[in-house]
């Protein structure tokens, strides 16, 4: 029996397990109690590694699609027919004629996000797409914005606060989001055993509002006008404490006038929470040594994102815990991602570029993905007409599936990178199959820089390639170089990850691979410590309280308000929810992550449903503007009246002639999701707040 030790990737907790194994066999897979973050903890997705790894449904050989279906084609066929394709489409339509689609898996794998880049450069196209901006791209606008980087992204130091307030976020589930936070639940007792408290705003009483000290309802949508009227609670009692960040910010006088026309009061009629509740948890958290608001996916991916996570910075920076000890912090990860994208002197986005036909912000250098049909759709120049797809499931995973899904008879071609045949990748002319988790090695480049302890760790393979399979990296840099009309150079991820140690604020103290590799459990940096002013990448190197971006969209909100948002055709708002035991669109194929009674139903509260005239365990028909459903029904008192829920990115499609890696009785909250709904300021689609009806069957 041998051990092996690695960080599972299926999730952003960055959890580390011990899997005991006799050769390819596994014997077990259980938390590693020497991991310096997770210290043990471990989830139910990561026992599923060893499912990717056997499971006779993966594909195992590239495939060609024929009009009798696909058939298994060798390697250099496949990057040929794929780069000449390429090459040809773009010599006759434009170089933006062939777009590429991120799922959120690139995310987590090393590979990808070092050879990305070059592939972008070799492809040469704008028409890019991903997975950011139907979840977190309001944090990086708000980072952009205010800190002039849009990886610096604050997190909230759990382990040192004394008072943490969630608003759209369910960290027990999520094991954070935005933050790479395992063993979260002890985490959050710690805080409520050492005097502090937890107070939960949601529509929804989740799972964390259920162990939290006090649980409010909020009305959808309504997130921001709460959020003024905190602020405004700090200006009118002079709570305002900047601390040691007081000679490093603008803007202070312009919030300071903006938030006097947003009182509890006014609060109180928008989000159906008390005005003397909202005044008592500003000033508790204003009294409070050590306090923290987090904002996460209900906030971010709403019609008013952007507004929420910028004054959720806000709110923190003038409560005085912003780059504190128990407040909103900064990581600073042995690969820093400022140190080899600084943009410091470099062009803004005071002019921010916009997408061809909706004219939609383009952050990031991505279009936003809710217009991904209509780009398809719209002639003209730019037009596209040709799709790659990397690790990612549109199909499922964006605003109005359904519609995207028929985009995709427009184009002339398609190729997918995956470890399935999908909703998606069964639409596509080329298949390349991937390696899974325990075939790649792995330094987590993304949600270290996201992690609530600075720490530092390298998992080699566990296994070798099952099947006729490569690395994402291969693919990528396979493509890359044959679109270049290079010979591939043969570099390897660890290549990268060696010199970029060597660059990173830990290179002084010895860190590098070769002593990762003899320390399996990970090496332990510390806490997180101040260091923002160090990192800072705005010109003047000061925080911006106050961008014109935000200031200007207020009109918007204040718009909204005076607008009737009663619908009787559609008289509920739908909201998404996360489950522990599957991660958005791609976990289905695990039958002990898909085992049990059927979690995928729509949770309506005993008011709506005596409406209704329906009980647990009925079907009912939920219609919105784009579609209509047909799905389970949960009565619950944990879902506020007027409001519905459905669990994000869920979802099985019709069989094709190969098996689709789904999970069955299950559908796709996308095909309610509006694509036309989204948050102007920043491109994000608007998941929550869609409106819906429901009807008994």
């Known amino acids: 029996m041998q051990t092996h030790y690695r960080t599972c990737n299926i999730c952003e907790a960055l959890c580390g397990i011990e899997i005991q194994h006799e050769g390819q066999n596994i014997l077990s897979i259980k ?86 880049r070059p592939f972008y450069k070799a492809l040469r196209t704008k028409s890019r797409f991903s997975a950011s901006s139907v979840d977190q791209m309001p944090h990086h606008v708000a980072a952009v914005h205010m800190l002039g980087h849009s990886l610096l992204n604050p997190v909230p130091d759990l382990d040192h606060t004394n008072y943490l307030l969630v608003m759209g976020g369910n960290p027990l589930v999520s094991n954070g989001s935005m933050m790479a936070s395992p063993d979260i639940a002890k985490r959050l007792r710690a805080i409520r055993e050492r005097g502090g408290k937890i107070v939960v705003i949601d529509p929804r009483r989740t799972e964390t509002a259920r162990k939290a000290d006090e649980h409010l309802f909020i009305k959808p949508e309504s997130d921001a006008i709460f959020l003024l009227s905190m602020i405004h609670v700090l200006v009118q009692e002079n709570k305002v404490r900047l601390n040691h960040l007081e000679d490093a910010l603008t803007g202070l006088e312009e919030i300071i006038t903006l938030v006097k026309k947003y009182p509890p009061e006014k609060a109180e009629q928008i989000t159906g929470i008390k005005a003397e509740k909202i005044r008592s948890i500003a000033l508790e958290m204003a009294a409070a040594d050590k306090a923290v608001l987090y904002s996460r996916m209900g906030l971010s991916t709403q019609t008013f994102g952007g507004l929420c996570i910028w004054l959720t910075n806000v709110f923190n920076i003038l409560n005085g815990n912003f780059d504190r000890v128990g407040g909103m912090m900064f990581p600073r990860p042995a690969i820093d991602p400022i140190t080899f994208s600084p943009k410091k002197g470099k062009p803004k986005y005071e002019s921010i570029p916009l997408s061809r036909v909706r004219k939609l912000p383009k952050y990031l250098g991505e279009i936003p993905a809710a217009s991904l049909a209509e780009e398809i759709e719209t002639e003209g120049e730019g037009q596209i007409k040709a799709l790659l797809c990397i690790a990612g499931n549109p199909v499922l995973s964006v605003p109005n599936g359904k519609r995207v899904e028929k985009a995709f008879e427009k184009l002339e071609f398609i190729a997918c990178a995956d470890i399935y045949l999908t909703e998606t990748s069964k639409h596509a002319d080329i298949i390349f199959p991937a390696t899974s988790g325990l075939e790649i090695s792995q330094y987590d480049i993304t949600f270290l820089n996201l992690a609530i302890r600075n720490i530092a760790k390298y998992s080699p393979a566990l296994f070798p390639k099952k099947g006729n399979v490569k690395h994402d990296w291969e693919i990528l840099a396979e493509l890359t170089a044959r679109l270049r009309g290079e010979e591939n150079p043969g570099h390897t991820p660890e290549m990268y990850v060696e010199m970029a140690l060597g660059m990173g604020h830990y290179a002084k103290e010895g860190l590098s691979l070769e002593k990762l590799k003899a320390h399996p459990h990970g090496i332990d940096l510390g806490p997180l410590t101040p260091c923002l002013k160090d990192r800072l990448q705005t010109d003047d190197d000061t925080i911006r309280l106050a961008p014109t971006v935000f200031l200007e969209d207020l009109k918007r909100l204040d718009e909204s308000i005076n607008i009737s948002n009663s619908q009787p055709d559609f008289p509920y708002q739908m909201i998404g929810r996360r489950l522990l035991r599957q991660h958005n669109t791609w976990t289905h194929n695990s039958h002990r992550l898909s085992k049990g009674k059927n979690e995928c139903t729509l949770m309506i509260n005993p008011k709506d449903a005596n409406k209704i005239g329906i009980t647990s365990g009925n079907t009912v028909l939920v219609k919105s503007r784009i579609g209509e459903i047909k799905v389970e029904a949960e009565v619950t008192d944990e879902i506020m009246a007027g409001v519905v829920s459905l669990p994000q990115g869920f979802g099985a499609g019709k069989k094709s002639k190969m098996k689709i890696a789904t999970a069955q009785n299950s559908v796709s909250i996308n095909d309610l999701t509006d694509d036309l709904r989204v948050d102007t300021l920043t491109g994000n689609a608007a998941l929550n707040g869609v409106r819906v009806q429901v009807l008994k069957l």
Not at 48 to 64: G, H, I, M, S, T
Not at 71 to 100: C, H, M, P, R
Not at 105 to 111: E, I, L, Q, T, V
């Open 31 to 116: 938390g590693d109690p020497k991991d310096p973050l997770s210290r043990g903890h471990i989830c139910p997705k990561a026992v599923a590694l060893q499912d990717f790894y056997v499971d006779e449904d993966r594909l195992r050989a590239p495939l060609k699609k024929t009009a009798d279906g696909f058939i298994e084609i060798s390697w250099e066929e496949a990057f040929e027919i794929t780069t000449n394709k390429i090459l040809a489409l773009q010599e006759k339509y434009g170089k933006d004629a062939v777009a590429v689609f991120l799922g959120n898996p690139n995310a987590h794998n090393m590979g990808n996000l070092l050879f990305m």
